[in-house]
């Protein structure tokens, strides 16, 4: 197959891929009461944090600062987690999970780990980290194209 058929088949499957893997995880979130959108965010702050800038969360989490505010706002009203001004910069907060947000981010990191085993684990770990690797140098040089406009 010629190399531009290969690049357009790997690059055209990131966005199916991450949609499925979206949907599946969702099933799970869906289990414990929560919004995709929360879940992710209790999750992401549990591997991230304590404590982590709540723009840096936004960033991983894939949604301007404007719209994880709301989900943040919800996630504070159901006992989740906190937002906290950072000493020395009153415009910037820092999020952390309470006790609850805590329990419940690891009981759906559980859940989501025995899904990746069960899609998975057939796959020799190489060709996983192979998989990885590629994704990676792709994401990395993407950002690289954009700030600077080329490669």
């Known amino acids: 197959m010629p190399i531009d058929s290969i690049l357009f088949d790997l ?32 999750i992401l702050t549990s591997r991230l944090g304590p404590a982590v800038p709540q723009k840096e969360l936004a960033l991983e989490v894939g949604v301007n600062q404007a719209a994880l505010v709301r989900t943040l ?11 906290n001004a950072v000493s020395g910069d009153r415009r910037s907060n820092a999020v952390s999970l309470l006790p609850k947000g805590e329990k419940l ?11 990746r085993r ?9 060709e996983i980290e192979t998989a990885t690797r590629i994704l990676r140098t792709l994401e990395e040089r993407a950002h690289a194209y954009v700030q600077r406009g080329h490669m």
């Open 11 to 42: 690059t055209n499957a990131v966005q199916p891929v991450r949609r499925a893997w979206v949907q599946a995880a969702s099933v799970i979130i869906a289990d414990f009461g929560l919004s995709t959108s929360l879940g992710t965010v209790v």
């Open 73 to 83: 706002d919800r996630g504070e009203a159901a006992g989740l987690l906190e937002r």
């Open 105 to 115: 981010a690891k009981a759906m990191e559980r859940r989501v780990a025995d899904l």
């Open 118 to 126: 069960a899609l998975l684990s057939n796959l020799p770990p190489e």
